[in-house]
């Protein structure tokens, strides 16, 4: 999809094929409303037995595919937590990716044992990035041999089978939780933090009292009285724990 930046992926390969023209080759595997543009790109330059679309590709056939290469090219424009680096990783592949939303926390830049490569999602960055993996495995390919190239992709898949254990993931997930209270004790009271709307700051073109900010006071101030109506009739008493959100997390937490 458009997301997965399809388009910026056709860019840079298309680049990359016409620089080398007989050294690489490509294999797809999955399929969606961008797929047309790939099949133009094959038609265009007769790159049929360069490019191999595999189509959608079962789970359990995903170890088999990724054994096939040497680079995985991610090249999603946004992503959370992207799955796919992880599993290349621990197949022994050189990870090239865009550098965007949370893979930097996923996977951490090229170490001893372990080849990803992060880039700008930009066709020029992106591409000088996928050329150096490119040329650094060719090296590879002329002083090593198989054995060597197999124990590489052991030593990548170990270190990265470290990096994600149930210990690791729980510790994280706890530390988060301790951080999102810490900021809840430190909370300023709700009048302070509205009043920061009446303010100017340094891309406002005029000092003083800023009118988007009355207008935002008059609106808030409106549904506070509907809130505090509504909740009085509920019993639920949740307009407390908003003015005072240090002793309501206090209060929770005994």
């Not at 307009?239 to 309501?248: A, D, E, G, N």
Request: net charge positive; glycine share 6%; proline share 4%.
């Amino acid at each position: 999809t458009g997301r997965k930046g399809t388009p910026l992926m056709i860019s840079v390969i298309e680049k990359l094929f016409l620089k080398y023209p007989t050294d690489l080759n490509l294999v797809i595997a999955g399929d969606g409303p961008c797929l047309i543009q790939v099949e133009e790109l094959r038609e265009k330059y007769h790159w049929h037995h360069r490019i191999k679309l595999l189509g959608s590709v079962q789970p359990q056939k995903v170890k088999e595919v990724l054994a096939q290469g040497r680079i995985f090219l991610n090249c999603s424009l946004s992503e959370a937590f992207c799955m796919a680096i992880v599993e290349a990783a621990c197949a022994g592949l050189h990870v090239v990716t865009t550098n965007v939303g949370g893979i930097p926390e996923v996977l951490p830049e090229s170490t001893t044992d372990l080849f990803c490569t992060l880039a700008k999602p930009e066709t020029t960055d992106l591409f000088n990035k996928l050329e150096k993996a490119v040329s650094t495995e060719m090296q590879f390919l002329s002083n090593k041999t198989d054995q060597t190239f197999n124990l590489q992709r052991q030593k990548q898949y170990n270190l990265v089978k470290r990096l994600y254990t149930w210990e690791k993931i729980t510790k994280r997930i706890e530390n988060e939780y301790h951080e999102i209270l810490q900021e809840k004790k430190t909370a300023k009271p709700i009048g302070d933090r509205i009043d920061m709307y009446l303010s100017g700051d340094m891309s406002s073109p005029f000092p003083g009292i800023q009118i988007n900010g009355l207008l935002f006071h008059m609106f808030f101030t409106i549904n506070l009285i509907i809130w505090f109506v509504l909740d009085r009739i509920d019993g639920r008493r949740s307009v407390q724990r908003v003015f005072s959100p240090k002793s309501s997390i206090t209060n929770n937490l005994q």
